[in-house]
């Protein structure tokens, strides 16, 4: 049972994270596969279609300019429509968790079309402006751009709102802080569950990817070994050596799917927080009284 708290108060994060943590265990065998097997097979397909790509453009098999810019466009193109895919589906699966948190019907064919509409593409793209402006003043204006946004998309799920609407709401929502507390402010909090987030992911990448990555180094040292130089030169540019990477880069985004997971539950569940779930809140039972535009106006 979640540790027991004033139900007028914000959530203090050490049970935010718990009970993100126990939301995860919850819905885990029904929102992890579905989005993280798509992100394996499209991140480690991407590093093997890489590899492949920039060993082609290093063979010299290229004959001429136009078919240099043909290929490279191809490339470039190719590497836009799995970035897309990616973004994609990580906005499925917090459509997902979004669903779960809600106490909703988790409903994956819903949370698959739900970024194809074009309110959504629209207020993405938004966020996707804001957040470039954000990384031109430079690396904080960024960060605290990315912190004011985290709460759009349950705001666009569970309320309907999108565009500016949407994010004028994030907006209110994240600065809202009557207690004027720096641990209550939910600005600290989704601050905290972003550098959580990354250094988790880090983490589970490098135990993931590690023992793929001590195998390609078997294999240089010993193509270094036998044939010298020039297999050092072109040491991870054959097949075996490509299929290790996808490999690798597959087992990292399985790792980092469930990190994602969780780091989207926690951010539904602070966004419910913030919107003011009254007694009905995490740590007694689902929400059977919450009021969507209950809280800062």
């Not at 397909?45 to 290093?58: C, D, H, K, P, T």
């Not at 499925?92 to 959504?120: C, E, H, T």
């Not at 135990?207 to 297999?231: I, Y």
């Not at 991870?236 to 990477?245: A, H, K, P, Q």
Request: some cysteine; aromatic content about 10%.
């Amino acid at each position: 049972m979640a540790e027991p708290y004033d139900s007028l108060a914000p959530m203090p994060l050490r049970i935010l994270v718990d009970q993100a943590m126990r939301e995860t265990r919850k819905h885990f065998r029904r929102l992890y596969l579905p989005f993280a097997t798509v992100l394996m097979v499209v991140q480690g397909g991407a590093i093997f279609a890489l590899l492949a790509w920039s060993q082609y453009m290093e063979s010299g098999a290229v004959a001429d300019f136009d078919e240099f810019g043909a290929v490279m466009v191809g490339g470039c193109g190719g590497i836009g429509l799995l970035f897309v895919l990616v973004y994609w589906t990580l906005i499925a699966m917090q459509v997902a968790a979004v669903q779960a948190v809600a106490n909703r019907p988790i409903d994956l064919a819903q949370a698959w079309l739900f970024p194809l509409r074009p309110k959504v593409i629209g207020t993405l793209l938004l966020m996707v402006l804001f957040l470039v402006l954000g990384t031109l003043a430079c690396v904080f204006p960024v960060i605290w751009v990315a912190i004011v946004l985290s709460l759009v998309l349950p705001v666009m799920v569970l309320e309907d709102l999108y565009g500016n609407n949407a994010i004028k709401r994030s907006y209110r929502l994240i600065t809202y802080n009557p207690h004027r507390s720096l641990l209550h402010n939910p600005q600290v909090k989704v601050g905290l569950i972003f550098v959580v987030s990354w250094a988790l992911s880090s983490l589970v990448g490098l135990l993931l990817k590690t023992p793929f990555q001590l195998v390609l180094a078997v294999l240089a040292f010993r193509d270094a070994a036998s044939t010298g130089v020039e297999a050092v030169e072109t040491m991870g540019t054959g097949t075996l050596e490509m299929v290790l990477s996808g490999l690798g880069e597959a087992a990292g985004a399985l790792g980092n799917a469930a990190v994602q997971l969780y780091t989207f539950i926690a951010i539904t569940l602070l966004y419910f927080d913030c919107a003011g779930a009254g007694r009905e809140r995490i740590s007694i039972r689902p929400w059977t009284s919450w009021e969507p535009h209950g809280s800062p106006t």
